[in-house]
């Protein structure tokens, strides 16, 4: 058992500004532009034009001097790189206020992400429709998701996550984002990758109370001679 699989080649900073790149080629394309320079793309996503090249050689795409990158041809290498090539299904567990907002969110569409079920365990919220879907009972996880080859997501509180996990990876899935804070053990060939809001902010906090005490340090006490 282990909490997370390694991802195969790209290193996950550079599949973190693929989005982008694909975002101005998509602009380009749709203005007519066919080839594009590494300096473009750099000046567009704001990033230094050797990591633009960096970034796109891992796709196996160096550019051809003189002309550049073609902007067709890169943007399906990206986006088949991301998934996009096809539609990935995504389904969500735990239907309370985190599970609604992102089903509703409006930004996976464009990321070749379609949620197609949402789950609870409670009876009660049954049949509830969430942007436009209903919210069906675990019960009907494994027929939605054994064929589906879906993204499963866990927004359920932290107790209740392995058990979330656990009807997930009996359904099939083999891709967890999960929400809920707290650790969770995954078979090897599930991919679980976790959201953790609270200690992103703990970081930021944490990195301001440096920078304050830096502040501070630097700041002569008054009264006392340098
Ligand atoms: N990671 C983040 O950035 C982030 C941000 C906000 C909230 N959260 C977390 O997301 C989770 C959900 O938060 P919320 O505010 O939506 O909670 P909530 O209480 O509003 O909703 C939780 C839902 O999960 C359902 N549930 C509980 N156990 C279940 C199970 N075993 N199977 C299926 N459904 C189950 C409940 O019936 C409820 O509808 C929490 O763990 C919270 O800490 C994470």
Do not use: C
């Not at 000046?43 to 073609?70: F, I, P």
């Amino acid at each position: 058992m282990s909490t997370a699989l390694p991802r195969r080649g790209i290193p996950d900073a550079t599949v973190a500004r693929l989005p982008d790149y694909l975002r101005v080629l998509t602009a380009m394309s749709a203005r007519g532009i066919p080839s594009t320079s590494s300096e473009q793309l750099a000046a567009a996503v704001g990033v230094r034009s050797a990591k633009v090249r960096k970034d796109l050689s891992h796709l196996g795409n160096h550019g051809v001097r003189g002309v550049g990158y073609d902007v067709a041809n890169l943007s399906m290498k990206i986006a088949a790189e991301l998934g996009q090539a096809r539609e990935w299904p995504v389904v969500i567990v735990g239907m309370g206020n985190l599970g609604r907002a992102l089903a509703a969110y409006g930004g996976l569409a464009s990321r070749g992400l379609r949620v197609i079920g949402l789950f609870d365990h409670d009876d009660a919220i049954a049949g509830q429709r969430v942007a436009g879907l209903p919210i069906r009972p675990m019960a009907d996880l494994d027929s939605v998701a054994r064929d589906a080859d879906v993204i499963g997501v866990i927004a359920t509180p932290g107790p209740s996550a392995k058990e979330a996990a656990d009807a997930l990876v009996a359904a099939g899935v083999t891709s967890i984002l999960n929400f809920a804070p707290g650790s969770l053990a995954v078979p090897d060939e599930v991919e679980l990758r976790k959201v953790d809001l609270a200690t992103e902010l703990q970081i930021l906090a944490v990195h301001k109370q440096q920078r304050y005490a830096e502040v501070s340090r630097d700041v002569p006490l008054a009264g006392v001679a340098p």
